[in-house]
Structures are given as C-alpha cells and as structure tokens.
C-alpha cells in the first residue's frame, strides 16, 4: 500500500476566520491508455469576513503510481460563492457547487465530471477540453421546473465509445430516479 495526502486542507479555524476542507464527494477514475487517475471533489474555503468559498476540484495524476501531492496537476471545474445557510434548512449539505461528483473517461480517455450545484438546484456535466488544457465551462444537463425545485442529486456518469455521456440522478423534489444523455 501507498498512501500520501493528494489536497491538504485545514479544518481548524485560524485567528483570521479562515479554513479549507477538501476532499468531500470524491470519485476517482483511471486513463484506460496509461494507468493514470484521476479525482474529482469538492472543497470549500472559509474567508476573512465570513465569506465561504465552495470549489468542484480534479487532481490528475501525472503517473500512474503516484507517490506524493507533487505528482498531481490540480484544476478548479467550477466554483462559487457559497451561500449561507438558514435556519429553517433542513439538509446538512453545503450550499454550493460541486457536491456529489462523478467522475467517467471518454474514448478519448480525457475526464468528465458531473456534480450537484446546490445553489441552482441543477445537475451539471463537464468535459476536459485537449485543445485548451482545462475543463470546458460546465453544462446545465437538468434544473427544476419551479424555483425550489432541486434536481441533480447523486449523479452516476458513463460515457460511451462514441463520447455520449449518460449521467442517472435523483430529483430531490419528487423523490424520483431520473435520466440524461448529451
């Protein structure tokens, strides 16, 4: 067994008000072509002033054995400022983006990602895009009908051998199992 730290985050709150947690919802998947992985996850920094920070992070591996943080290119796929939770909420989950992530590789081998954006109520998909080194800005694939509507929850994600990406999700409105593909 190897194990290391891959995103170091600390949970303690510091004399400035501010911390960061990492690793929360986390998928990996490995390139078919070389053996190397990859995660997906999501992290959230807390700020001077109070301010909350929510992140939909992808370390990729630039071996296959990784064997430290040094062996990991670390990308941001979304990003939002969180907002702050009521009283009357009853879900004890981040208000932010990049929640529940689920990580497939195309036939290209390249990642996509789909995760929750809990302020949206939405399911989001992103795709890494070769041309430009990073992640394509993320895709809506499903959002409520209605305002309070809350969609996206739990996503799974396979990608075909032609690239079509099929993502299952919980509406969290109605309880139900729903389907996409791109």
Do not use: C
Not at 22 to 33: E, L, M, N, T
Not at 91 to 113: K, M, Q, S, W, Y
């Amino acid at each position: 067994w190897d194990l290391h730290t891959v995103d170091e985050g600390f949970g303690s709150i510091d004399e400035e008000g501010r911390y960061e947690i990492v690793g929360q919802y986390s998928a990996i998947s490995i390139r078919r072509d070389d053996g190397r992985p990859g995660i997906a996850y999501f992290a959230q920094a807390g700020h001077r002033g109070g301010s909350v920070r929510t992140e939909l992070r992808f370390a990729q591996a630039t071996t296959a054995l990784p064997r430290s943080k040094n062996d990991w290119r670390f990308m941001v796929i979304d990003e939002a400022v969180a907002l702050r939770p009521t009283d009357e909420d009853p879900i004890l989950i981040p208000n932010g983006v990049g929640l529940f992530a689920a990580v497939a590789r195309g036939p290209d081998h390249l990642p996509v990602v789909a995760y929750y954006d809990r302020q949206l109520g939405a399911l989001k998909l992103a795709r890494y895009d070769r041309a430009t080194d990073e992640f394509a800005a993320p895709a809506i694939l499903a959002e409520g009908e209605a305002r309070d509507d809350d969609v996206g929850w739990y996503p799974a994600v396979a990608v075909d051998s032609q690239g079509e990406a099929h993502v299952s999700y919980k509406d969290a409105t109605r309880d139900d199992l729903l389907y996409v593909n791109t």
